[in-house]
């Protein structure tokens, strides 16, 4: 029996090596004449905003640019982009650089259209007005924010991060150019790139999975998983860099389709009480999450064929959980000390994480704390 959904619809995706070049024609089909272009230091220096910028005022298109997105964007980051945007005329949003600044530029699109403060937005579709067309083009192959109509925003004052959608907060158009991911170091790529896996396996058996969300999971974790290995090593080829960036892509739009689970309701606390990098923590706790999930029959039949993926692709002959506990192992991420964590605490944030609400086991305070002794055990396999 297919159960019944209502899918969301998905960016254009304009993908291939050098895909940049496209933004100019990008823009116009977006409808856009002039465009405010939002990135970062980091892209800056790599060379890529002044590329950018030269493809559109050569293409006879203006463009004001704001570098000064941050790593997990605040309230008030928003509001000075949005600042920024009020300086020039323009109709069209080009975002350039990591998850970071793609989130920066979507808040700030719903507060230059609609005003207010970013937690006016908090849940879905509380714009009163259209959101002006934004372009992605993502730097990272991590978050797929570039498919998705939500931005994560942290609350001012606080570490709450709050997720504040709209349909119209949807980019028209991602750009995904292999290419912009080559100068990428190690730890961003790998951080990135589990965070990204991450998003397929567990949209895969979330419980609001459907016929849709469960295509773009199931070809996400197929280029993703054929691809990790090298990347946490440090060596990843180009074929490996465009499986990265498309799985993730994909990835973002199973997310835009479905939900996420108990790995990422668990992992955001430790980011917020203890600054563990959101890749690290997701991919620190998702093994202990599968093992308790495989206790659900139709969860275990989903990570059965992935797993069978992995085996006809020649991936890995390891079981599931077992494979991915390697790629986290052999990707030298700096350990993480227990002794210094509360588990009753986390677990308390964790229950009123909104994403955990969408596992497939439902999760007590007692659950969580089970799966943080398991995650931070020195003798756990995962
Ligand atoms: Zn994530």
Known sequence: MIEPFASRPAPKLVFGPGALRELPACVRTAGGTAVFLVSDPGIARAGYLARAERLLSDAGLPVTTFTESRENPTESDAAACAAAARTQPFDCFVALGGGSSLDTAKAANFLFTNGGVMHDYHGYGKATKPLLPLIAIPTT?????ETQSYTLISRDGSHEKMACGDPSALPRIAILDPELTATLPRTTATLSGLDALTHALESSVCTKRNAVSSLYAEAAFRHLSSAIARVVTGLPTEADRSDMLLGAAFAGLAIENSMLGAAHASANPLTARHGVVHGHAVAHMLPAVMRFNSSDPAAAAIYARLESLLRATGTTTLPLIDWFTDIVARSALPPLDATKIDF??????????????????????EDFVALYRRAFSPHATG
């Not at 192959?141 to 924010?145: E, H, I, P, R, V």
């Not at 009753?344 to 305070?365: E, I, M, S, V």
């Open 141 to 145: 192959a991590g978050t797929g924010s």
């Open 344 to 365: 009753a605490l986390l677990a308390d944030d964790a229950t009123r994480q909104w994403t955990g609400k969408f596992n497939p086991r439902a999760l007590q305070a």
